[in-house]
């Protein structure tokens, strides 16, 4: 009888401390929240998990301070779409979110504890940065900060590592996104920066904005820090689990696949794609016409728009797909577009998910701009990722691809699984106008008569034509098959199948040397 | 008031409208031609021309304001 009155007491008193700790920081800092549509962060978790549930550990950390639960930070196990994952998420009510010794070991756990189970890595991000009284327990020694950043570089392409900003990622925490694979932030709150405004305007004497300095949309648009511009918490929590969905648990698995969906009823590829090679058109319209309705998840879509970069399912089967955007600066290919690219071909080799490219690409961008930008060692960084990329790899010359456009786009020489062009497609060194006028420039100067010179023009053109006709193409077996643009998704689908038990190791060595 | 400015540095195709013309939103004001392809210049509001910077022919670089739209 006493004994168990005792553990009554016990129990009792396990509650009392539980309930301090999941709430969070005081009351004033909950009411600072909602001011700024901020979630706390154990719903943050309910929304994210399936059914709202999740495992702690390290919740009793710091629980001595009283004024520090969970040390300001929630470490977590649960399951998103039935995959388990693991968690931390900053409590931005505890400390502004700051990391203290605990802070910084639970977040190292719990890395520890997704490399042990091979499962994905999820940071919930809403912190002020260090905490500075904890400076020496969490700053420099082996299990500081820095052992987060490089076990998220030793986890990097072994588990998918995905980063939610909802608030500030300050000074070296920024480096939290910057190895994720995907960054999802949201606008008005997000924001990362390696010195504040207020640290800019004291050190260098610049007087800046927060949003200029480092919010979601400068990332989303201009730096290329950010992914995926969420416009509320809800939303990015949502996006989270649509993008895992893509993936499998660590690089050893597959991705799974789902019932087909027939693509979004509208027109056929022959309506959209204008005769006019010169002419734009929309690409994500041609994307609709080849995808699974409402599968597409574009990544970086408000950055480097030239170029689309997405996952999608054909049939089922979900695809990494790479596309010029002729809409967006003639598709054609930039030092962001390189390095985007660059990034996205490696997410999906990382993860086993099949690349297609849709080529209409009139080359990489030439001028001096560009030149003194290092476009030929961004180019070099997608040329690089694309090569080595050895999981099933389809090129669809769309319209063109001229230059080492081509090349960028999985051309022939670099070992596409299959190179496909429509009966529109036009390959060569550089377009039919270009080619005349780099040629014949000075014959055609020398030519008096008007009428003459256009005539001999458009003669030179016809040839040329005739040289680059994608008949002449396939019949030297430069490209492998011609199609007709209906038949287009059916077929991606069905050599997507046939590939899928493609196994191709590279030669043995320790890495490339990376054009970085 | 919009600035519309040249995504890359190309030369001005066409002008689509003049001075003082009333725009939609979306709207393709001015075209350029860069590497062999056009690049349509779409003003993101509507308004009116209140000045176009450039003629048919112009180099304009990177960042160049084309024209001007006011709401």
């Not at chain 1, 660590?250 to 002419?279: C, M, Y």
């Not at chain 1, 496909?420 to 100067?445: C, F, H």
């Not at chain 2, 001005?12 to 349509?40: C, H, R, W, Y």
């Amino acid at each position: 009888m006493t004994k168990r009155v005792e553990q009554t007491v016990y129990n009792e008193q396990l509650k009392k401390k539980i309930e301090e700790i999941v709430a969070g920081g005081h009351p004033k800092y909950h009411e600072r929240l909602k001011e700024q549509n901020k979630l706390f962060v154990r719903d943050r978790l309910k929304l994210l998990f399936d059914d709202g549930k999740y495992l702690e550990d390290g919740r009793f950390a710091n629980c001595e301070a009283n004024d520090l639960p969970a040390d300001g930070v929630v470490t977590a196990m649960g399951k998103v779409n039935g995959q388990t994952v693991c968690v931390m998420a900053n409590d931005s009510t505890v400390k502004a979110g700051s990391w203290g010794s605990r802070t910084v070991e639970k977040i190292i756990r719990i890395q520890e504890v997704a490399e042990k189970n091979r499962v994905p890595m999820l940071y919930l991000v809403d912190s002020a940065g260090a905490r500075i009284t904890d400076q020496l327990e969490m700053f420099p020694n082996r299990r500081g900060a820095g052992k987060i950043f490089h076990n998220q570089v030793r986890l990097s392409g072994f588990i998918p590592q995905i980063c939610l900003l909802f608030g500030p990622s300050a000074a070296g925490g920024a480096y939290i996104p910057a190895f994720c694979d995907i960054v999802i932030m949201v606008e008005g709150n997000a924001s990362m920066y390696l010195g504040s405004p207020r640290m800019a305007e004291k050190v260098i004497g610049e007087k800046v904005t927060l949003e200029e300095m480092g919010g979601a949309r400068m990332h989303c648009t201009v730096s290329g820090c950010g992914d995926v511009l969420a416009r509320s918490e809800e939303e990015a929590i949502s996006e989270a689990r649509r993008y895992l969905e893509f993936f499998p648990a660590n690089f050893t698995e597959k991705p799974s696949l789902k019932e087909p969906i027939a693509r979004k009823v509208g027109r056929s590829l022959e309506e959209i794609i204008p005769e006019n090679q010169n002419a734009p058109f929309d690409m994500y319209e041609a994307i609709d016409a080849l995808i699974d309705e409402g599968s597409f998840f574009d990544i970086k879509k408000f950055f480097a728009s030239e170029l689309i970069t997405g996952l999608a399912r054909i049939e089922g089967q979900p695809v990494g797909i790479i596309a010029n955007q002729p809409k967006v600066k003639g598709g054609v290919l930039f030092v962001d577009s390189a390095d985007k690219a660059a990034k996205f071909i490696n997410l999906c080799d990382a993860f086993s998910i099949p690349l297609l490219f849709l080529a209409d690409v009139p080359g990489f961008m030439i001028g001096t701009k560009v030149e003194r930008d290092g476009i030929i060692r961004h180019g070099a960084k997608l040329i690089m990722a694309m090569s080595s990329a050895t999981v099933p790899k389809i090129s669809v010359v769309v319209r063109k691809a001229y230059g080492a456009g081509l090349y960028a786009m999985a051309g022939p020489a670099f070992e596409p699984d299959v190179c496909i062009a429509l009966p529109t497609a036009q390959i060569a060194v550089m377009g039919p106008e270009a080619a005349v006028n780099a040629v014949y420039s000075n014959k055609i100067e020398a030519i008096e008569d008007p009428k003459e010179r256009i005539a001999f023009v458009q003669a030179k053109h016809k040839e040329y034509k005739e040289e680059i006709d994608i008949y002449k193409m396939a019949s030297e077996m430069i490209v492998d098959e011609i199609i007709s643009p209906s038949d287009l998704r059916e077929v991606l689908a069905e050599r997507f199948r046939f590939y899928s038990t493609k196994d191709l190791p590279l030669p043995p060595k320790k890495h490339p040397v990376y054009p970085v | 008031m919009t600035q519309l400015k040249a995504a890359m540095a190309g030369t001005v195709f066409t002008v689509n409208v003049a001075e003082g013309d009333q725009v939609e939103a979306g709207q393709v004001i001015i075209v350029l031609e860069s590497m062999k392809m056009e690049i349509p210049v779409e003003t993101e509001i509507a308004g009116k021309v209140s000045s176009i910077n450039v003629q048919v022919g112009d180099f304009v670089n990177e960042e160049d304001v084309l024209a001007v739209i006011e709401a």
